[in-house]
């Protein structure tokens, strides 16, 4: 015999003398983003802090006062653009927008990319397919994104007709579900 079947053998002859039974658990990891483990115990605003692919998307966060808001209960869907996203915005947008006079603005940018509930890949690749190739989705800003799927690949495509590619999806939190992106979606 092998030794993780004698291992196992032992474990479960010890469970059995102590009158309890062995139960398989299975667990699956919660994908790492940037390198960073996310922890499903940890909340939207602690695991994007974590992250070392959205320090924009923190300090935007920040600078608009949402923070409150995405460490509340929720449950939260968040299509997260990365640094590099931001970075493709014209030169000088972000540092505009994180000016305090320019709050409201960024506070429409933002909730642009967050919806109500928690809604995982797959459930919007299965309700696009469904819907003749598009799934709508209302943000919380009013704004609505379209779940496309290209190619095996999903898209968040904003009202502008940007299309955002989801590079990381499903990284669950405690409050909700995050979904990376390549591209900030701007609301119309």
């Not at 790492?32 to 959205?54: D, F, R, Y």
């Not at 000016?99 to 459930?123: C, F, M, Q, Y």
């Amino acid at each position: 015999m092998t030794q993780s079947i004698l291992k196992a053998l032992c474990i479960s002859a010890v469970l059995a003398a102590s009158g309890l039974t062995a139960t398989t658990v299975y667990t699956f990891a919660n994908p790492a983003v940037g390198g960073a483990a996310m922890s499903t115990t940890k909340n939207i605003v602690e695991n994007a802090v974590n992250s070392p692919i959205h320090k924009t998307l923190v300090a935007a966060v920040k600078a608009a006062g949402l923070v409150d808001t995405l460490q509340s209960a929720g449950p939260f869907t968040v299509f997260a653009p990365t640094d590099s996203a931001f970075k493709k915005l014209p030169a000088g947008t972000v540092a505009t927008l994180v000016k305090p006079e320019n709050k409201d603005k960024l506070t429409k940018i933002l909730t642009a990319h967050v919806v109500s509930g928690k809604i995982s890949a797959k459930e919007m690749m299965t309700k696009a397919k469904a819907m003749g190739g598009k799934y709508e989705m209302k943000t919380v800003s009013g704004d609505t994104l379209t779940a496309e799927v290209k190619g095996g690949s999903l898209y968040i495509v904003d009202e502008s007709g940007g299309a955002a590619k989801v590079t990381i999806a499903d990284v669950n939190q405690s409050n909700g579900v995050i979904h990376v992106v390549n591209k900030v979606l701007l609301p119309k």
